[in-house]
């Protein structure tokens, strides 16, 4: 049976959340290669449901798609749109149309998964080059390399060239990840402003240097950092970014910054894979800002994802951590799907060398789950993207599971030595 290994396709590829943010609306943009992709994630689900009518099968799989990309208003990396739930019901029911023409003959043909010889010879090639490439060597993502005698400054760069307006009613840094809820209401965190900042497109204003220097050692000592601002923007036509707080010394050369961009926020921290401007990772929000609209900022940094939340709504993410390892994008937004392809051919192996009585398949299901769990961690590229989303690892039992039931119906030591 097809229908299980085809839903934990759907699940670990759209639905696991990335991070939470504030809900988004519906985006009516369409794009060439979204279609394809919707239409080829959805056409597992036809071709296992080819036995179902038409109109039930597009009622089934419009329905999971809208479900899905409901909950995608609330996750980070993901873009909830109407276009996706057409193009997903129409992928299913063309691997239906086709699916029927194919096996006019043989209505039950492919509905089973078969674990036969070259179907693991496959999977252990499979499994050799994911544990190669989640062996491969990663840049580190902590905070290092700060130059304590940067200046700390205010509403401009030391070079004059950055200027922000607005005012700063409210500024605290501190060496942690603070919550971002706690730090929005002022817990753990002290004013550094005997009085508001009024910037106005002048000289950087600085801050003490002896402030500079413990934040510079205390940040990189605890890997961490956190940056909480109330602001009110003068005016929505700043760019640059036109610095609000920067740690640096000129525009090339920075330990952190935080800036506006037209109505949104970039934020910028230096580390080995941002590099000493911090500028080949930044975090960029969504658009929020408003002219003479007060907005409380917290952007944090933990030593592998950095965030910007607004008003306590996340609003912006970058993971150093998958950046720095050989697929950023596979190890960040991918990370639950290369979990639940790990945990596929796990299970695939174990089905095919396990006893064909129920003890032993129940014995093979367990030894593979706890295996799916232990070895993404024991890949140093694995572990340090789910360093920073420890809850993606389910999708190695979601993988597992779906092959075991979907292979359950079948003959798996036999079918192996017979294929």
């Given amino acids: 049976m097809l229908l299980p290994p085809a839903l934990a396709l759907i699940v670990v590829t759209t639905a696991v959340p990335v991070d939470l943010r504030a809900p988004v609306g519906w985006d009516g943009s369409i794009e060439l290669f979204d279609i394809v992709v919707n239409l080829v994630l959805y056409a597992p689900l036809g071709l296992a449901l080819r036995g179902w009518s038409w109109r039930r099968l597009l009622v089934a799989a419009a329905l999971l798609s809208t479900v899905i990309e409901l909950s995608q208003v609330w996750n980070s990396g993901r873009h909830p749109s109407p276009g996706d739930v057409v193009a997903n019901a129409g992928g299913a029911l063309l691997a239906m149309a086709f699916a029927r023409r194919r096996w006019r003959d043989n209505p039950a043909a492919g509905t089973v998964l078969t674990v036969g010889k070259r179907l693991v010879a496959a999977a252990l090639v499979a499994l050799a080059a994911l544990v190669a490439a989640g062996?491969?060597?990663?840049?580190?993502?902590?905070?290092?390399?700060?130059?304590?005698?940067?200046?700390?400054?205010?509403?401009?760069?030391?070079?004059?060239?950055?200027?922000?307006?607005?005012?700063?009613?409210?500024?605290?840094?501190?060496?942690?990840?603070?919550?971002?809820?706690?730090?929005?209401?002022?817990?753990?965190?002290?004013?550094?402003?005997?009085?508001?900042?009024?910037?106005?497109?002048?000289?950087?204003?600085?801050?003490?240097?002896?402030?500079?220097?413990?934040?510079?050692?205390?940040?990189q000592a605890q890997n961490a950092l956190t940056v909480v601002a109330r602001v009110v923007p003068a005016t929505i036509d700043q760019r640059g970014p036109a610095r609000i707080v920067s740690f640096s010394s000129d525009t090339q050369h920075r330990n952190f910054d935080l800036g506006q961009e037209g109505r949104r926020l970039v934020f910028r921290v230096r580390t080995p894979v941002s590099g000493g401007n911090g500028s080949r990772q930044q975090v960029e929000t969504t658009p929020m800002l408003r002219a003479g609209k007060p907005a409380t900022i917290v952007a944090t940094y933990d030593g592998r994802v950095a965030r910007v939340y607004v008003d306590g709504r996340l609003c912006g993410r970058r993971n150093f951590a998958a950046a720095a390892s050989a697929g950023p994008v596979l190890l960040d937004e991918e990370l639950p799907a290369v979990c639940a392809v790990l945990g596929a051919l796990l299970a695939l192996i174990a089905r095919a060398f396990a006893g064909s009585g129920r003890r032993s398949a129940l014995a093979a299901a367990v030894v593979t789950a706890l295996v799916a769990l232990a070895l993404p961690r024991a890949m140093p590229g694995l572990a340090a993207a789910l360093a920073a989303m420890p809850w993606a690892v389910v999708g190695a039992l979601i993988g597992a599971a779906a092959v075991v039931i979907a292979s359950s119906r079948g003959t798996p030591t036999n079918n192996a030595a017979s294929a």
Avoid: K
Avoid at 143 to 150: C, F, K, S, T, V
Avoid at 172 to 190: C, F, I, V
């Fill in 135 to 219: 062996n491969l060597p990663t840049h580190p993502s902590q905070l290092e390399g700060w130059d304590p005698g940067y200046p700390l400054l205010l509403g401009n760069e030391a070079t004059g060239d950055r200027p922000w307006r607005g005012t700063i009613e409210f500024l605290a840094l501190a060496s942690a990840r603070l919550s971002p809820t706690g730090a929005h209401h002022g817990a753990g965190t002290e004013n550094l402003l005997p009085a508001a900042v009024v910037a106005n497109g002048g000289p950087a204003q600085p801050l003490p240097a002896g402030l500079a220097r413990s934040l510079a050692t205390a940040a």
